[in-house]
């Protein structure tokens, strides 16, 4: 189909209009051809002879001034090549045509350059030197261009390019030593060229056109919004049946409130609906008013056909609606198709059901509706957990829907505590709550009873599955019971889904612990119907901390129990002050009590035999840890002492957790601390007695680890001068030594310490019955003590006057302290003194 050009102000835009050529009738010109018809010149020699064809070697010229081109070393070639020669005026009438082209000279870039050389291209046959006597009519002759020309033989030789105007052979059959030329009056123009020049067939695309036309502003807007306009600028062709803004402000009404424009289409889903309706009305093929015929259409949406309809002599487009689409506006041409403008946004199967899914109500908007779902939907806004929410979302969803009736029997089941819902009123009943509504929610499917096969097990929100059973066409659903629920009314059709009303409140396996648990006693009620466990009762209250409410709360606590046994023998060894658990009775003793029983407590879990394991350390409610020791199969607990509770009655099953009776009270080590305070060490012996306490300032100042040391595991025995003894010391020092913080600088801290540790036999504890005469006693510091015993026990020194022991016997729990009444001075200090 030839195309004409349009004249448009932008670089190589053309114009073609009717060409009126002068033939070359010049008789000069016909002579220099006659002159040179012989094989001697090549056809570009036979061009450069000829001041008619000036243009056209000129043209030459310039295309070979790309460095890719070679046109006249090509036509200077073998061949042969039939070429047909466009005249200077053809030429002069090409460039008329050109805005901004006054002569081939304006061919300048080498983007216009590599034009021209493809306009030449196309004059060019390669192969064949066809004479006017080899042409025919109706002849099609590839060109060294690519693209075809036609040859018309009506009234003279013609030949056509792909505009409406053919070029006149003006002068046949010059031949040339390498092929053929024929002088034609025009330029040639390929369909490469002409879509250069006006950017395109018809210069605009689709979407430019549609955004050109105020009547197609919703398309328009369409098209953006569902990320379109990169595939409508594509290569197509297409075509496009396009919706006025009218089509689309009735669609908008079809479609209710909730869209009252394009900015409405938000969801993933609206917006796919929206492309698929889009590309419904696009056809990958170009179609002109005159290419219709009846029949289906397949469109760009996959899968989905519009009808060409024959009606009244014309043709309408039918959709998947029952309402045609009339063509308003025919062959809109664009560079990439076409455009028919239609009075009717066209609907593939998909819009139609998303309109009936939005005539239909949500789940929760049914529920609400219907009667005898009232105690549904009074759990779902108890439970408060977004259900409410999540079931007027977009599903889809498949809904168990129990009737007012299989509430009022779960509530009847769960016993006195729970008359009506509003009785499920703690976090933990809550939960419940959640659990067994989440447990009557299929997620993704909406499931009619005919998708349902007996034996099924379906998902539900909740995690646990439902059975599907189906018997004599009923439908029967399984959950954790021994009792079915029976779909009373099946396929209750919701907008986000489907309802099946049941007459059964489906319960999963947490709901029927629940109940168990219901049914039990919790550990203090256990505790007081158990008449082994009667002193552990007693000490709770006369403990009065709180711990009979705190045992009766929720829990879960595991409680090793002692029996009454166990605390009898706990008196025994506490002595004569302890006959009941009545004599804890001063608030210093009833805190013991209390760090006693939260030391039999374990917060936060139910461990039962089954969860203990050897060698497992438990952190109790008191702080400190029990250990788990099991032989032979018996559960064995350790505590701070070394002898182990055993329990005699295991896994007690309660409401708030779980009882092991034991036969022995546990003990932590902060009430054998309280009880039976441990020995000091050296250090803290010295701390604990004010008459030493120059000698802790005297280890301290010394800063040379001496406090660690002493406190380590020895055995040491150590001579601890008295505060009386230091202060003589200071006094023989004389006057820059007021105190034991003038030991200021590292060499008399290092002196200090070379002191104290003369004081130290490490290795040993000594006592003062294990001394002789003129024993000899190594020192930490290196040198020896002597011990003089003499009317009482002194000890020699390196001085001339010996430190008497006035405390002996000292008992710390890594030595022996005996407290002199002298420092004692080894032969080194001495010698760093004078």
Sequence with gaps: ??????????????????????????????????????????IVQTAQATDALSSLVAALTKADENEESD???????????????????????????LDGFESLEDFDTPEEKALLATILKYHVVSGIAAASTDLSDGQTITTLQGEDVTISLDGGVFVSDVTDIDAEVVIPNV??????????NKVLLPQEIIDALNGGEEGKTLVEIVVETEALSLLEAAVIKAGLVDTLNSEGPFTVFAPTDDAFVALLDILGD???????FNTDEELALLTNILLYHVVPAKVLEADLAAGDVPTAFTGNSIAVIEKDGGFVIGDASDVDATITGTDIMASNGVAHTINKVLLPQAALDFVAQLQLKNIVEIAIETEDLSLLVEALQTANAGLVETLSGSGPFTVFAPTNAAFVELLGILGDNYNSLADFDTQEEIDLLIAILTYHVVPDIAALSTDLSDGQHIPTVLGDNLGINIKNGNVHVVDATDTNATVVLPNVEASNGVVHVINKVLLPQVALDFVAQLQLKNIVEIAIETNDLSLLVKALQTANAGLVETLSGVGPFTVFAPTNAAFEELLDILGDDFHSLEDFDTPEEIDILVKVLTYHVVVGTAAFSTDLSNGQQIETFQGENVGINIKNGTVHIEDATDTNATVVLPDVEASNGVVHVINKVLLPQEVLDILFPPTPNIVQLAQSVDDLSLLVDALVQADAGLVNVLSGDGPFTVFAPTNKAFQNLLHALGNQYNSLEDFDTDEEKALLAKILTYHVVAGSAVASSDLYNHQRLNTFQGESLFAIINHGIFIRDKTHVDAKVVGADNVASNGIVHVIDKVLLPEEVLNALH
Excluded: W
């Design 258 to 264: 909730d869209y009252t424009s394009l900015e409405d």
């Design 71 to 97: 046109l006249i070393g090509a036509l200077s070639g073998n061949g042969p090549f039939t070429v047909f020669a466009p005249t200077n005026d053809a030429f002069t009438a090409l460039l008329s045509g």
């Design 175 to 184: 031949n040339a030593s390498n092929g053929i030329v024929h002088v034609i």
């Design 1 to 42: 189909m030839k195309k004409t050009l349009q004249l448009k102000s932008h670089f190589l835009l053309m114009v073609l209009a009717v060409f009126t050529f002068s033939s070359c009738d010049d008789e000069e010109d016909q002579t220099a051809f006659n002159t040179l018809n012989d094989v001697r010149s090549t």
